[in-house]
C-alpha cells in the first residue's frame, strides 16, 4: 500500500465547480504539503502544514482552501473552479525535522482538468 | 524566500552518454539540497540529498552531486546514462522551512 494515498487520481469538471482533493498518508508524519505541477513551472507550493489546526499559505495559495482534519488527512478545496488551475496536484509528507534535512514524501497525484 | 534556477530544460543524450545538470540557489541561511526524479507517469522520488558533511553526496542509480557554496550550486551528476534515467529531475532547496523547487529538467535518453 502507498504511503501516501491521493483521491481521485483524475478529475474532470467544469468552470465554476466545487472540487475537493484528498490526501492520506500511514507514514505518521507531522508535516503535509500541497503542491501544484504545471509544465516548464515545476512544483509551487500552495499550502501547508505542520500539525493538526496548523495552517500556513504557501506562494500560490489564492483560490484554494485547505483543511487539516487530521494528522493523517489533508484535503485541498478548490472553492469555485477555473480553467488555468487545471494542473497534476500532489501532496507531500515529512517529519518533524529538527535538523530540517529530511525529505518529502510524495503522493502519486491527482490530474485536475477545468473545462 | 529561497528560489532555485535549473537550465536547460530539456536534455537530450544517447546511452553511455555523461548527464550533468545545473542547479543554482539563492538564500543567505543555511540550506539542505535535494535531488528528486519524476519517472513518466509517477510521483516524485528522492535522488538524493546534502545537509551537511562532505558536499560530494552519492545518491541511488549512479546518481552524485557536488554542493559547492561559494558558487551556491547543487549540480547532479551520472557518468552514464541509461534508457531508464529517461525522466523529469528537480532540484529542491530547503532554508528556513520552506522548500522549494526548481522548473526542471526534462532528461531523454535515446537507446
Known amino acids: 500500500d502507498a504511503d501516501v494515498t491521493q483521491t481521485p487520481r483524475n478529475r474532470i469538471t467544469k468552470t465554476g465547480k466545487r472540487i475537493m482533493l484528498e490526501c492520506s498518508q500511514t507514514?505518521?508524519?507531522?508535516?503535509m504539503y500541497w503542491y501544484r505541477q504545471d509544465p516548464g513551472l515545476g512544483l509551487r507550493l500552495i499550502y501547508y502544514?505542520?500539525?493538526?489546526?496548523?495552517?500556513n499559505k504557501g506562494e500560490i495559495s489564492d483560490g484554494y482552501s485547505v483543511s487539516r482534519q487530521a494528522q493523517a488527512k489533508f484535503s485541498l478545496s478548490l472553492e469555485s473552479a477555473i480553467p488555468n488551475q487545471t494542473a497534476l496536484y500532489f501532496c507531500?509528507?515529512?517529519?518533524?525535522?529538527?535538523?530540517?534535512?529530511?525529505?518529502?514524501?510524495f503522493g502519486d497525484g491527482t490530474r485536475l482538468s477545468i473545462l | 524566500a529561497q528560489s532555485v534556477s535549473q537550465h536547460n530544460h530539456h536534455v537530450i543524450l544517447s546511452e553511455a552518454a555523461s548527464l550533468e545538470l545545473g542547479c543554482n540557489y539563492s538564500y543567505g541561511g543555511t540550506v539542505n539540497l535535494f535531488w528528486y526524479v519524476q519517472y513518466p507517469g509517477q510521483h516524485l522520488q528522492l535522488l538524493l540529498k546534502?545537509?551537511?558533511?562532505?558536499?560530494l553526496v552519492k545518491g541511488i542509480k549512479g546518481f552524485e552531486a557536488e554542493f559547492i557554496k561559494s558558487k551556491f550550486s547543487f549540480n547532479l551528476r551520472k557518468p552514464s546514462v541509461q534508457w531508464s534515467d529517461t525522466a523529469e529531475y528537480f532540484c529542491a532547496v530547503k532554508g528556513n522551512n520552506r522548500l522549494a523547487f526548481g522548473k526542471g529538467n526534462q532528461v531523454v535518453v535515446i537507446p
Open positions: 507531500a509528507t515529512s517529519d518533524f525535522e529538527q535538523a530540517s534535512n529530511q525529505p518529502q514524501h
Open positions: 546534502y545537509f551537511s558533511g562532505d558536499p
Open positions: 507514514k505518521g508524519h507531522d508535516r
Open positions: 502544514s505542520f500539525d493538526v489546526k496548523d495552517i
